[in-house]
């Protein structure tokens, strides 16, 4: 309970924060601001990073045992399950903006890798029609699958410093410049065009591992410990997926998808040990991919 309310606090005390901001804006586009109801927008922001933090692997099965059943007391005005289905897209753009408040500040030592989100076991491909259009064939080091990807950069404390989601299809190089600035990064990131467009616009050096036939790279003694330190981004992805359930094959329509991907994401900010490497001074600002 005390987990709980400080996660519930905090939460609260952001959209305090954002609510005139957003309310401003739909005015603004001539759109009619979100009529109240018995939940706030807070509670369903925490409700939704609560099921990843407990690890349920099923909402609706979360939702009647844990918060129906045990958790009634303090969140007194619940609505039914299905109705809070139908709330959930009012805490997108929230959950969206509180993520980039919770994400973490690069110190000079970034890793940036991509990973699949596989939407549906391949097999039912043809069947699949909640992502019909949107999700794509993409191939990674563990095979084809049938969804999207997920690009993000950590600093070497372990924490999220930007992210995105793309097609399966999309090429790992292609979101590099619209996130912040990379560092450490596997052979998917090698590109002349690339690392000219780095060079120019920012101050960062882009390293990483040498494709065959590739001339040898002289690299300093930090550089190359640090290189050597790539696995840490994978050990990220591994949490996420295996503790946060950021990719399952479950969803129902493209809100639950977004929605389960954010506060999955979120939940992870919240974890008070996150895989590190210990001991490295900071550096420039350098890329590992």
């Given at each position: 309970m005390d987990n709980l309310t400080e996660l519930y606090c905090h939460i609260d005390d952001f959209y305090q924060q954002f609510k005139p901001e957003f309310d401003a804006?739909?005015?603004?586009?001539?759109?009619?601001?979100?009529?109240?109801?018995?939940?706030?927008?807070?509670?369903?922001?925490?409700?939704?990073?609560?099921?990843?933090?407990?690890?349920?692997?099923?909402?609706?099965?979360?939702?009647?045992?844990?918060?129906?059943?045990?958790?009634?007391?303090?969140?007194?005005?619940?609505?039914?399950?299905?109705?809070?289905?139908?709330?959930?897209?009012?805490?997108?753009?929230?959950?969206?903006?509180?993520?980039?408040?919770?994400?973490?500040?690069?110190?000079?030592?970034?890793?940036?890798?991509?990973?699949?989100?596989?939407?549906?076991?391949?097999?039912?491909?043809?069947?699949?029609?909640?992502?019909?259009?949107?999700?794509?064939?993409?191939?990674?080091?563990?095979?084809?699958?049938?969804g999207f990807k997920l690009h993000a950069i950590i600093n070497h404390k372990g924490e999220l410093v930007s992210v995105k989601v793309t097609a399966g299809n999309t090429d790992d190089r292609v979101p590099v410049k619209d996130m912040a600035t990379p560092v450490f990064g596997d052979r998917g990131y090698i590109s002349k065009a690339l690392n000219a467009w780095l060079?120019?616009?920012?101050?960062?050096?882009?390293?990483?591992?040498l494709r065959r036939h590739m001339k040898p790279q002289l690299l300093k003694p930090m550089d190359e410990a640090l290189l050597n330190h790539r696995s840490l981004v994978e050990t990220v992805f591994g949490e996420l997926?295996?503790?946060?359930?950021?990719?399952?094959?479950r969803h129902r329509s493209v809100t639950g998808f977004i929605t389960n991907l954010l506060s999955g994401l979120i939940a992870y900010c919240w974890f008070p040990y996150k895989p590190t490497i210990k001991n490295m001074p900071q550096q420039r600002q350098v890329a590992t991919l």
């Open positions: 804006h739909l005015i603004a586009k001539g759109r009619q601001r979100l009529r109240a109801c018995q939940i706030s927008v807070a509670e369903m922001m925490t409700i939704l990073v609560l099921f990843h933090q407990l690890r349920y692997r099923q909402f609706k099965a979360f939702y009647y045992h844990h918060m129906l059943g045990m958790m009634k007391r303090a969140f007194p005005n619940l609505p039914s399950y299905s109705r809070f289905i139908e709330l959930v897209p009012r805490s997108i753009i929230p959950l969206c903006s509180y993520l980039q408040s919770m994400m973490g500040d690069c110190t000079g030592i970034s890793y940036i890798d991509s990973t699949k989100i596989a939407v549906c076991h391949n097999k039912r491909i043809y069947r699949h029609k909640v992502f019909k259009g949107l999700a794509t064939r993409g191939k990674s080091s563990m095979g084809w699958f049938y060079t120019k616009h920012s101050d960062t050096t882009l390293i990483t591992k997926k295996n503790l946060c359930q950021i990719e399952h094959s």
